[in-house]
């Protein structure tokens, strides 16, 4: 028999690209709203008082009232789960962190028991701040990758997640071959890649960190590896830049080194992107290439401050998704990045409306991942990852909701003052997975 799931209550979704056709006329919100679930997939929703017309009698529903919002479950397009032991490590900038915390820590995965404990710390994190999708660096531990996708299928999220690939500068223990990687890389694909909800990235970590050997190779396993993902940073930190193009001399810049391996198009997905040039801007366009915002990271590693008006332009729009790049970015909680995202807009000139944020923490990030088919709005046919907010989830954020007069408001005061606290629950293919007390 077909499991049913009823939630009613306020609900809030996107039904397009609210960059290129405005809030106005992609926001749909429910003040009395119903999601119908059946078997992990959303079957209806709507008007309760017209969906409740079509359920059998004596269903269960679950109502949340007035100062609750159901919205689709957030998504974060770049996030690296070992670096959940070294979150807020002092004062360097890229590399320097690089070398002294991240490389360190990473070492520590070559024990599988250590990948599972982080990877299951991880993902109650993930559930506990709202967050249901990820797409995640694992390192170059091929068990690391087993761990994390062992926990995450148990849980049936959906996870993009992949091995790390890194054949040179970096501590010899974290260290692959190119072909190594390939044939590691791809029996991880034949072992997790649509296995239920997982999905798997090929994960050259930067181009400094591959010989062009390995980036050939890992171009060509994505390009023979039909519907996986391909993930990497790039133009993250102005020295970063200026390594890459003693390493690359003969490309035209960053950017130009993952299109000459073939690592650029749909389902590609680059974090940071923060000094990408025009004419790299507009190849990400026409390549179909994401580009993952991580704004607590970027200030955190004093990176830079990502123009996401520039990049999300109706002319020349590039598809831009939110992240929270732990462990250089500083939180778990989506609210808070996108409290960072409107800080960072705003010192490019560039007030952020609450609405356009929340569309890119949902839809837009599933946009970005080419996943806007199957999570990121509350839309019939569609994956059941939800999230429920409460919008007075704090003394202060209640008193503050006194004086609201509107959604855009109400929402607006969410993503500046709200943070875990205001997950009620976070719901997994209609399955309430975290449930704040
Ligand atoms: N560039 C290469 N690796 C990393 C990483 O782990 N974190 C960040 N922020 N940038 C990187
Ligand atoms: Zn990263």
């Known amino acids: 028999m077909n499991q049913l799931t009823v939630l009613r209550g306020q609900t809030l979704s996107f039904s397009g690209d609210a960059f290129i056709k405005g809030v106005e006329d992609t926001m749909v919100f429910e003040s009395d709203g119903m999601v119908v679930i059946e078997n992990g997939h959303i079957t209806q929703a709507g008007p309760a008082t017209e969906v409740m017309t079509t359920l059998p009698s004596g269903v269960k529903v679950e109502s949340y009232d007035k100062d609750h919002i159901i919205m689709p479950g957030f998504i974060d397009c770049h996030v690296h789960y070992p670096q959940t032991q070294i979150i807020g490590a002092y004062g360097k900038q890229l590399i320097d962190w690089l070398n002294e915390y991240t490389f360190i820590a990473e070492q520590q995965f070559e024990d599988k028991a250590h990948a599972a404990e982080v990877a299951n710390v991880f993902l109650q994190e993930c559930l506990k701040a709202g967050t249901t999708t990820s797409s995640v660096f694992c390192t170059v531990h091929p068990q690391s990758v087993d761990a994390f996708f062992e926990a995450s299928s148990a849980l049936n999220m959906r996870m993009i997640a992949g091995k790390v690939l890194m054949d040179r500068h970096a501590p010899e223990a974290l260290l692959d071959t190119p072909q190594q990687g390939y044939d590691q890389s791809k029996a991880l694909i034949d072992r997790w890649h649509e296995h239920g909800r997982q999905l798997y990235a090929v994960t050259p970590r930067f181009a400094p960190t591959s010989s062009p050997e390995q980036m050939d190779m890992a171009g060509q396993l994505w390009q023979e590896s039909p519907g996986t993902f391909l993930q990497s940073h790039v133009s993250e930190n102005k020295g970063e830049i200026e390594w890459v193009k003693s390493l690359y ?53 004093g990176s830079g401050l990502f123009d996401l008006k520039n990049a999300t332009q109706a002319e020349r729009p590039v598809r831009v998704g939110l992240a929270t790049d732990l462990g250089a970015g500083t939180s778990f909680s989506m609210l808070q990045t996108l409290n960072e995202t409107y800080k960072v807009a705003q010192l490019n000139g560039y007030p952020l409306s609450a609405g356009l944020a929340f569309y890119l923490a949902t839809r837009g990030s599933a946009k970005s991942l080419y996943l806007d088919d199957k999570i990121g709005s509350i839309e019939v046919g569609n994956e059941a990852d939800l999230v429920v907010l409460n919008t007075k989830s704090t003394a202060a954020i209640e008193y503050r909701m006194r004086y609201c007069e509107s959604l855009e408001e109400a929402l607006f005061i969410q993503m500046t003052l709200g943070d875990d606290r205001a997950i009620k629950a976070t719901y997994v293919a209609g399955k309430c997975l975290y449930q704040s007390s």
Do not use: M
């Open 249 to 301: 001399p003969k490309c035209k810049g960053y950017l130009d080194v993952y299109d000459k391996y073939q690592q650029l198009g749909p389902r590609a997905i680059y974090g940071h992107g923060v000094w990408l040039s025009e004419s790299e801007l507009q190849r990400c366009h026409e390549t179909g290439t994401a580009i993952a915002h991580c704004p607590t990271s970027n200030q955190f590693l």
